[in-house]
């Protein structure tokens, strides 16, 4: 049995509407294993997702990012970030946080970063609005925590 993270809706949201503007990552997934690296002890974990996008992807400029992108979701950092990726899948870098992507962006503005991530351009760097459900998942993740700082 699967079970849901409190950060699920919204990335399945931001999915969606990847899908809807045929900008499907190659693959994606979300994680609550990760050990949290702002946690500077490193006793905790943090809420995760990645979205890759790969070298076959059509609307990837391969001649700016060869490998494709990995674009990262992370709790309890604030913004959205992404990194290129090397060839086997692993990243080029730490990735780099995007100022137009806080933690609850609407999917329809990550759908406008990503199409400029891929074709190698500058992306927006000013913030639309957030997602309609942020508080709810806010909530959730809130809770979250709260259960994972006591264990």
Request: aromatic share 8%; hydrophobic share 40%; net charge negative.
């Amino acid at each position: 049995m699967t079970r849901t993270l409190p950060h699920d809706p919204y990335i399945t949201a931001v999915v969606r509407a990847l899908l809807a503007a045929g900008l499907e990552p190659d693959g994606w997934w979300t994680s609550d294993t990760e050990t949290n690296r702002y946690d500077g002890d490193g006793l905790t974990t943090q809420l995760d997702a990645v979205l890759n996008w790969g070298p076959d992807h059509p609307a990837l400029d391969t001649s700016v990012h060869e490998d494709g992108i990995a674009l990262v979701w992370e709790h309890p950092a604030g913004q959205w970030q992404w990194a290129p990726r090397k060839q086997h899948g692993e990243l080029e870098r730490e990735p780099e946080f995007l100022v137009s992507l806080p933690r609850w962006a609407d999917p329809a503005v990550v759908v406008i970063v990503v199409r400029e991530l891929l074709a190698g351009c500058p992306v927006p760097t000013s913030v639309g609005p957030l997602w309609l459900g942020h508080e709810e998942a806010q909530a959730a993740v809130d809770a979250w925590a709260a259960v994972e700082s006591t264990e």
